[in-house]
């Protein structure tokens, strides 16, 4: 089978998507391409997106920070990181430290400056490797969504929890996941 950039982005696969999927391959190897790998691509990044957004909540004062140090595990991640692309373009070994970074960063709960700190390493995976980027972030749900997490929420607030979950499973049919959270509804992709 062959797939071309337009049927990917027809199936609703985004450029920052495609890209992930086509660097995870080291350059000397063949590229097994398949639907299923390119759905790994989309939740694995969406891990990336909810990270990235959890920092920048706390970073910007949004949610209560805590006081777990991450100096030393982003000192780990960029090492890891950028020795994996200094070691002869290892991309996958970069992307698993990005993902280690992840993790940790999921189970810390970091200072405002650590939150930013989490952020300043994404930012520069992204200036040499063109992803996590804020294009994953910048674009928004479109209005038909976020119209059905308003009744969803509606629906909610009146202990309409069926209707609750049928708005939910409507916005899931439109490609579109919504995360309830204390500050309102967020919205992933996928």
């Given amino acids: 089978n062959v797939y ?3 049927d990917l982005l027809e199936r609703g696969y985004t450029g920052p998507e495609i890209r992930w999927a086509l660097m995870r391959v080291h350059y000397r190897q063949n590229l097994n391409f398949t639907m299923k790998g390119m759905e790994d691509v989309r939740s694995a990044l969406a891990r990336v997106r909810e990270c990235r957004s959890r920092m920048e909540d706390i970073a910007a004062g949004k ?3 805590g006081a777990d140090p991450v100096e030393e595990m982003c000192a780990k991640a960029r090492e ?3 020795g994996c692309l200094d070691d002869d373009l290892d991309i996958a070994g970069a992307q698993a430290g990005l993902f280690a970074l992840v993790t940790a960063a999921n189970k810390a709960a970091p200072a ?3 939150a930013e700190e989490v952020l300043q390493v994404f930012r520069e995976v992204e200036d ?3 992803i996590p980027g804020p294009a994953l972030g910048a ?3 479109p209005r038909e969504v ?3 997490a308003k009744k969803r929420e509606e629906a909610r607030k009146a202990r309409n929890f069926a209707e609750a979950d049928r708005l ?3 916005i899931r049919s439109l490609g579109w996941k919504v995360i309830d959270t204390p500050q309102g509804p967020k919205f992933s992709k996928g």
């Fill in 146 to 148: 976020v119209e059905l």
């Fill in 128 to 130: 040499v490797l063109g």
């Fill in 4 to 6: 071309t950039v337009p």
């Fill in 112 to 114: 405002r400056e650590g």
């Fill in 139 to 141: 674009e928004g749900p």
């Fill in 168 to 170: 939910r499973e409507e």
């Fill in 80 to 82: 890891e990181i950028f």
């Fill in 63 to 65: 949610v209560p920070a």
